[in-house]
């Protein structure tokens, strides 16, 4: 008799656990497929807000080629700080599809020490340089451009220069910015 029971019991524990195993298993899958979805929706929000950025940078006017978000063109980012910059748009008011080529580069470390050189300030930028390819007539081609900043950067200034050419490096617009760090 005290074996049946034994047995019993030991059955129970077990059923016990499988429905506890059971639940955190179930939960953990929720949690995850949460997740995924939020940064799924936070991926389509940033693109939202960066469309609406361009409508409200270009608007109705219709003789902006280039613009940049945001539209101060001062930029503030921490010694040390990472993936941080500025978006900029170049719209092709061509009649026809045309392809284009952007730089930025720096062009002013005068409010900087010395050991900051303009090709060193440059090399701050991921995504300096790069094409367009087969832009539609009207159309608006957006970029991310970041800032990795090192942790012994100086506290300064620098002024950098944005230039879209067309592919035979006829200009076609620009704009200059200033990336101050802190």
Known sequence: MKNKRAAMEMSVGTMVTIVLLMIVLVLGIFFIQRIFSSGTNAIDTIDTEMQNQIQKLFGS??????????TSQRITIKQGDR?????????????????????????????CPSSLTEDIATSYLLGDIGEINDLQSGD????????????????????YD???????????GGLNFALTIK
């Open 162 to 172: 944005l230039v879209v050419k067309r592919d035979n490096d006829e200009n076609y």
């Open 83 to 111: 993936d941080k910059g500025f978006g900029f748009f170049v719209r092709n008011l061509d009649s026809t599809t045309s392809s284009f080529k952007f730089e930025i580069k720096a062009t002013d470390t005068s409010a």
């Open 61 to 70: 006017d219709e003789v902006t080629k280039v613009a940049m978000y945001p």
């Open 140 to 159: 608006t081609y957006q970029r991310l451009v970041t800032f990795i900043i090192p942790a012994t950067a100086p506290l300064c200034t620098i002024n």
